[in-house]
């Protein structure tokens, strides 16, 4: 089964919540909840599961539980396909 790993940078208590991809390829994600008790890490999950169209239950953050610089292991797509679907979501 595919399976791809992705780096992003998030910042909590955004004003508007997001997934934007930069020209370098980087991937911001912004979030209205604040980083406590994994509300920010939750609110990650189901901006990148949204923004994905995927299930929520195929994304794990594999590091940066209390950083704001993680890695999210994705389930069942390529870094390719996941790379191209926030772009075209973009």
Do not use: C, F, W
């Given at each position: 089964?595919?399976?791809?790993?992705?780096?992003?940078?998030?910042?909590?208590?955004?004003?508007?919540?997001?997934?934007?991809?930069?020209?370098?390829?980087?991937?911001?994600?912004?979030?209205?909840?604040?980083?406590?008790?994994?509300?920010?890490?939750a609110?990650?999950?189901?901006?990148?599961?949204?923004?994905?169209?995927?299930?929520?239950?195929?994304?794990?953050?594999?590091?940066?539980?209390?950083?704001?610089?993680?890695?999210?292991?994705?389930?069942?797509?390529?870094?390719?396909?996941?790379?191209?679907?926030?772009?075209?979501?973009?």
């Amino acid at each position: 089964m595919a399976e791809a790993r992705i780096s992003v940078r998030v910042q909590p208590k955004a004003r508007r919540a997001g997934v934007t991809v930069s020209e370098a390829g980087g991937i911001t994600v912004r979030v209205s909840a604040p980083p406590e008790r994994g509300k920010a890490n939750a609110a990650v999950i189901e901006a990148i599961a949204n923004a994905l169209a995927v299930a929520p239950s195929v994304l794990k953050i594999a590091r940066g539980n209390t950083s704001r610089d993680k890695v999210l292991v994705v389930e069942g797509l390529t870094k390719d396909e996941v790379m191209s679907r926030l772009l075209n979501g973009s």
